[in-house]
């Protein structure tokens, strides 16, 4: 059982940056792969980055390369969201979501609160 908390989210102004912490619970943090989703009012819930086990591999969701980094530290059991340049388009809310090896590849069983992230324009 993994508990997933996000932090850091919050209002910023166009052009600004947020950096999204998700905290999990338990002692097999790096046997997961990890994802940021988010959700904006009326659409659909959308993967933003992914993060494989050690952090070697990661993914972006085109309308966010070369914006947003996703990293990870194993020791603190803690996956982060760098978001920089944010434009309207990005306000949503933000879920971290965990993988398990016990799932399929790019299927997620644990799922945090999510946060809020608005960009004022």
């Known amino acids: 059982q993994v508990q997933l908390v996000e932090s850091g989210g919050g209002l910023v102004q166009v052009g600004g940056s947020l950096r999204l912490s998700c905290a999990a619970s338990?002692?097999?943090?790096?046997?997961?792969?990890m994802g940021w989703f988010r959700q904006a009012p009326g659409k659909e819930r959308e993967v933003v980055a992914r993060?494989?086990?050690?952090?070697?591999?990661?993914y972006y969701t085109h309308s966010v390369k070369g914006r947003f980094t996703v990293s990870r530290d194993n020791a603190k059991n803690t996956v982060y969201l760098q978001m920089n340049s944010l434009k309207p388009e990005d306000t949503a809310v933000y879920y971290c979501?965990?993988?398990?090896?016990?799932?399929?590849?790019?299927?997620?069983?644990?799922w945090g609160q999510g946060t809020q992230v608005t960009v004022s324009s």
């Open positions: 979501a965990a993988s398990s090896p016990a799932v399929a590849a790019g299927r997620y069983d644990y």
């Open positions: 993060i494989s086990q050690s952090g070697s591999s990661t």
């Open positions: 338990g002692r097999t943090f790096s046997s997961y792969a």
